[in-house]
């Protein structure tokens, strides 16, 4: 019986060390769970940095709209997208989970830089290349906003 006592005081000591390491660390509890579940963005954000970048004449909503579709087409995992860390984050397919970050920058109206991060240099240039060079391409007519002009539509009626 003393051993049992022991044996779970030792175990409920472990637990409570654990606890307070990932609380007092420098990541939230919520990084701590997002890494242990296998979806942080955390080391995307940090290989920022060294990410590959360009810039694209279309306006940041239809460039992360059409960033998004062709991610999905090209095979890759969307497993996060945060408008608030203008990001999509994707593992290079479902049997590959090397992490890739895409994130967007407006740098007008009409421009809008993307930047491809990655932990993994061939996570980020694969991507980067096949994405860049589909942005590159100009948006199909259903893939544009449809912007009306009120002066025609007056003089139509």
């Not at 049997?95 to 967007?104: A, N, R």
């Amino acid at each position: 019986l003393v051993d049992f006592i022991i044996d779970d005081r030792c175990l409920l000591f472990a637990i409570c060390l654990l606890l307070l390491a990932n609380l007092a660390g420098c990541s939230t509890v919520m990084d701590g769970a997002k890494g242990i579940a296998g979806v942080s963005t955390k080391s995307l954000e940090e290989n920022r940095k060294n990410a590959l970048s360009k810039s694209f004449s279309c306006d940041y909503n239809a460039c992360f709209k059409k960033a998004r579709d062709v991610l999905a087409h090209m095979g890759t995992y969307i497993y996060a997208e945060d408008i608030k860390k203008q990001m999509i984050a994707v593992y290079v397919s479902e049997e590959d989970t090397t992490p890739v970050g895409v994130f967007f920058k407006a740098i007008d109206a009409n421009n809008t830089q993307v930047e491809v991060s990655s932990p993994s240099t061939f996570g980020k240039e694969l991507i980067s290349k096949r994405l860049f060079s589909a942005l590159d391409r100009p948006l199909k007519p259903e893939e544009k906003e449809e912007k009306t002009d009120a002066k025609t539509n007056t003089q139509n009626q």
